[in-house]
C-alpha cells in the first residue's frame, strides 16, 4: 500500500529515477533482513525423484499457472489503466493503487484461510472483475476508490487458493518446483498485463485498459469452470496434503 504512494510522489515531486533506486533499496534491504532472520530456520530438504519439468504434467499446476497468468495480467494492466487515467495528477494515481492494494490485504485476512472451492474461486475472481468493471463506469474519485477497493478484494483470496490446490496436489519433493513455475506464470501475466495495458492505453485511451482488465479478470474466473468440465478439479478442498516422500 506505500509503495505506489510513495513511487508516485517521488517521482511527481523529485525524479522519475528516485523510485527505481527507491524499489532497489528496498529489495535489498528485505533480502538482508530475510537472510538474517533465516539463519536459525533449517527447512528440511527433500530430494527430488522426478525429472525437471515433470510436474508440469500435474493439471493442477497447469490450471493454477494459467488462471495466475490471467489474474496477474488483469491487475497490471488496470494499473496501467489508472495511471493513464490520472495522467499527471501522479499522487492521485498512487492512492487508487494503494486503495486496491489495501482491498487484497483485507479480502486475503476475511477470506484467504477458507477453502474456496471451484465456485468460491471463480467468484473471488468475478469479483475482481466487476470492481473493475465499476471502475470504469462510475465518475467522481471517491467512487472510484470504491471500486478500486472491492475490485481487490478477490484478488488475494484467488491466489491463496491457487497456492492451496497447487499444494494439495503435488508431492513433497514437487512442491517446490510447482511454486517456482507458479511464480513464472504469475511473472508472465505482469509482463503481459503491463504491455498489452501500455499499447492499448496509447491505442484507444485509459477506458479501454480498464476493458482490458475486466477481460482477463473473466477469463481468469472461468477458467477453473471451464476445466471442471473435464473432470473434478482436485485440491480446493479440506483434504489433507499427500506426503509421498521421506528425507
Known amino acids: 500500500m506505500i509503495g505506489p504512494v510513495a513511487a508516485t510522489f517521488l517521482a511527481s515531486a523529485v525524479s522519475t529515477a528516485l523510485p527505481l533506486l527507491f524499489s532497489a533499496a528496498v529489495t535489498v534491504a528485505g533480502t538482508a533482513w530475510f537472510l538474517t532472520s533465516a539463519r536459525s530456520f533449517r527447512p528440511r530438504i527433500t530430494r527430488s525423484a522426478t525429472a525437471f519439468g515433470r510436474v508440469l504434467a500435474n493439471p493442477a499446476v497447469i490450471l493454477a499457472m494459467v488462471v495466475s497468468l490471467a489474474l496477474v495480467a488483469s491487475f497490471m ?18 492512492v487508487a493503487l494503494a486503495v486496491a492494494s489495501l482491498g487484497s490485504l483485507v479480502g486475503g485476512m476475511l477470506f484467504g484461510h477458507r477453502n474456496l472451492g471451484v465456485r468460491g474461486l471463480a467468484a473471488a475472481m468475478a469479483v475482481v472483475a466487476g470492481g473493475t468493471v465499476l471502475f470504469g463506469l462510475v465518475d467522481g474519485y471517491g467512487l472510484q476508490l470504491a471500486a478500486l477497493f472491492a475490485s481487490g478484494l478477490g484478488f488475494a483470496p484467488a491466489l491463496a487458493a491457487l497456492y492451496v ?13 510447482a511454486f517456482g513455475w507458479l511464480n513464472s506464470g504469475a511473472l508472465a501475466g505482469g509482463a503481459v498485463g503491463t504491455a498489452l495495458g501500455g499499447v492499448v492505453a496509447d491505442a484507444h485511451g485509459p477506458f479501454a485498459v480498464v476493458v482490458v482488465a ?34
Do not use: F, K
Open 77 to 94: 494492466a488496470l494499473e496501467v489503466g489508472v495511471l493513464a487515467l490520472y495522467g499527471n495528477h501522479n499522487l492521485s494515481a498512487g
Open 165 to 177: 490446490m497447487v499444494s494439495h496436489q503435488t508431492d513433497e519433493h514437487s512442491t517446490a518446483e
Open 214 to 247: 475486466a477481460l482477463l479478470a473473466l477469463i481468469a474466473a472461468g477458467t477453473p469452470l471451464v476445466a471442471r468440465t473435464a473432470g473434478p478439479v482436485r485440491g480446493l478442498s479440506a483434504e489433507p496434503r499427500r506426503v509421498t516422500a521421506d528425507v
